[in-house]
């Protein structure tokens, strides 16, 4: 009972059914994921100490990470395709999950949050991608912002907010780094609590259909 009602605690159940240690139904894909960010946390916390989000710098640092560092390159490249592999991880964890109806009560409220964490993870790629302030990363966002814009009645101010000016810039830069590096780890960190404390208060994994 304390450890289905405790957050802190949920990590080690008191028992696990037969069919969640099974890999070929769950793919490992949520432990996966959880594990990517682990490593994209820490490997995120590495690059800032050589990493400023300015426009006259970024660009520069990020070459100095790949040329001049001491395993820069392997840092960087290990920081960008776990990025890449949680993206992937993420979707396919859903696929699984809605696949097996693993989405009906009472995980119904764990579905919500896990659609919560899949646009988190969106977010977190699509943020980190301006910082290396290259051509690439400057038209990816111009273009994902400009159809930021079409989103009805808030579009604009959507983009505006995004940018904090009219148009890709240093604005623009400083908060896409504050919100890739502070804003929506926080947020997925929180949701992800709460993901598996779910899990465990509506009994484990679901089992097959």
Known sequence: ?????????????????????????????????????????????????????????????????????????????????????????????????????????????????????LTLTFLLSFTGYLLPWDQLSFWAITVGTNMASYVPVVGSEVKLMLLGAYEVGPNALIRFYTLHVIGFPILAAIFMAIHFWRIRKDGGISGPL
């Not at 009972?1 to 139904?25: D, I, K, Q, W």
Request: proline share 3%; hydrophobic share 50%; aromatic share 14%.
């Open 1 to 117: 009972m304390a450890v289905t009602s405790n957050v802190f605690l949920h990590l080690h159940p008191v028992r696990v059914r037969r069919h969640g240690l099974r890999a070929s139904y769950t793919f490992c894909m949520g432990g996966l994921s959880f594990l990517l960010f682990l490593v994209l946390s820490i490997t995120g916390v590495l690059l800032m100490f050589y990493y400023r989000p300015a426009v006259q710098l970024a660009y520069t640092d990020m070459k100095d990470l790949e040329t001049t560092v001491n395993f820069g390159m392997l840092l960087r490249n290990m920081h960008r395709w776990s990025a890449h592999g949680m993206v992937l991880a993420v979707f396919v964890h859903m696929v699984r999950v809605f696949a097996t109806g693993s989405y009906k009560p009472p995980r119904e409220f764990n579905w919500v949050v896990g659609v919560i964490l």
